[in-house]
């Protein structure tokens, strides 16, 4: 099976995730949505991958999901997010994920994030995120999932993505 994994991000954790996840899957092409653009016509399987913020998917993200709806709802298809507020994940996920995707996903998940750099952000955006850090670090600690990548892999393998 020929996968896809687009995703996009600004300071790496997308990025992160989304390596550790190509090398537990056979036969993947990674494509960063904020440096080139792809079509998915040509995959079996297509995992897009953004983080969250203000709410929102990475613009390119958002972007690919609405040009390629059609083209995504006639694959294998699965979704993960970075650090999004666990209170608002579904919320995120119905809002930036159009509704006959979610339905046929085959796994969507949260995998967390940490905050490690915020010098990719403007001003604005760094006054949401330091907003959001202080809100969310009183409710959980601000990490990886770790458990969120193993339980996303077996999701897909009840399906034989591999």
Avoid at 1 to 25: F, H, P
Avoid at 26 to 31: D, H
Avoid at 85 to 107: H, M, Q, S, W
Wanted: hydrophobic content about 45%; aromatic content about 10%.
């Amino acid at each position: 099976m020929n996968t896809l994994i687009a995703y996009a991000g600004k300071t790496g954790n997308t990025a992160k995730c989304v390596r550790r996840l190509a090398i537990r899957l056979k036969n993947v092409t990674l494509i960063d949505l904020n440096v080139e653009e792809v079509s998915p016509k040509d995959f079996d399987a297509v995992i897009v991958a953004s983080p969250v913020y203000s709410h929102k998917f990475e613009r390119s993200v958002q972007f690919f999901l609405r040009t390629y709806q059609n083209i995504l709802e006639n694959k294998l298809f699965a979704a993960f997010v970075t650090m999004v507020e666990y209170g608002t994940f579904n919320k995120v996920i119905a809002k930036e994920i159009a509704e006959p995707l979610r339905k046929n996903a085959v796994a969507i998940a949260n995998f967390g994030g940490e905050v490690n750099n915020l010098t990719p952000f403007d001003w604005h955006d760094k006054i949401v995120a330091k907003s959001m850090i202080k809100l969310e670090s009183k409710k959980h600690p601000i990490e990886f999932l770790s458990e969120a990548p193993q339980k996303f892999i077996e999701e897909l393998k009840k399906v034989n993505w591999d």
